[in-house]
T-cell receptor, first 113, second 112 residues
Framework: AQSVTQLGSHVSVSEGALVLLRCNYSSSVPPYLFWYVQYPNQGLQLLLK??????LVKGINGFEAEFKKSETSFHLTKPSAHMSDAAEYFC???????????FGGGTRLMVKP | NAGVTQTPKFRILKIGQSMTLQCTQDMNHNYMYWYRQDPGMGLKLIYYSVGAGITDKGEVPNGYNVSRSTTEDFPLRLELAAPSQTSVYFCATRRAGTDTQYFGPGTRLTVL
């Protein structure tokens, strides 16, 4: 069984500040890890993913995430927030041989001018 | 290339009514998924399909039915709508051998 926990359902940062969205997972087998972003009234879009190889992965719009096996974490960061980053962010996990994604509860990012 | 399309965008149902949520894709992806999104709960998988004629239950299938007669279409059927089915429903697709799911814009359903 897998589960995903996103700490903080709402995160507020100032424009230009560091963005840090936290994701911890539990999985009995090596997982694949994903971050999706959802803009208002839209479907989800893939930001980045970790499958194998380099543990620091870069995604679109300047986001990156680091897979830390010892901490069972996959936190999402961006050095400098932009107003257009305001959205809801979902962390998800999948067994490497499975078909189904398990999503966390989501974190709504608000960016203040 | 429209990607994943869902109809309708919004719908209000009365308790006990039935309806079908439509999902169509033009990417020739093998896998299709139905999720529901409730506030603060993330997305929960209802049903998925690995190809035409093959479907399987996800985490929360009760109260729903699906069919997959073609690669392109994956309709979700609610037979007896209940207030607990008030949610936003997303369809997604995935090409076999890859990991990325592509989502439609969603259907917002309210059951009163």
């Amino acid at each position: 069984a897998q589960s995903v926990t996103q700490l903080g359902s709402h995160v507020s940062v100032s424009e230009g500040a560091l963005v840090l969205l936290r994701c911890n997972y539990s999985s009995s087998v090596p997982p694949y890890l994903f971050w999706y972003v959802q803009y208002p009234n839209q479907g989800l879009q893939l930001l980045l993913k970790y499958t194998t190889g380099a543990t620091l992965v870069k995604g679109i719009n300047g986001f990156e995430a680091e897979f830390k096996k010892s901490e069972t974490s996959f936190h999402l960061t961006k050095p400098s927030a932009h107003m257009s980053d305001a959205a809801e962010y979902f962390c998800a996990v999948k067994p490497n041989a499975g078909n189904m994604l398990t999503f966390g509860g989501g974190t709504r990012l608000m960016v203040k001018p | 290339n429209a990607g994943v399309t869902q109809t309708p965008k919004f719908r209000i149902l009365k308790i006990g009514q039935s309806m079908t949520l439509q999902c169509t894709q033009d990417m020739n992806h093998n896998y299709m998924y139905w999720y529901r999104q409730d506030p603060g709960m993330g997305l929960k998988l209802i049903y998925y399909s690995v190809g035409a004629g093959i479907t399987d239950k996800g985490e929360v299938p009760n109260g729903y039915n699906v069919s997959r007669s073609t690669t392109e279409d994956f309709p979700l059927r609610l037979e007896l709508a209940a207030p607990s089915q008030t949610s936003v429903y997303f369809c997604a697709t995935r090409r076999a051998g890859t990991d990325t799911q592509y989502f439609g814009p969603g259907t917002r359903l309210t059951v009163l």
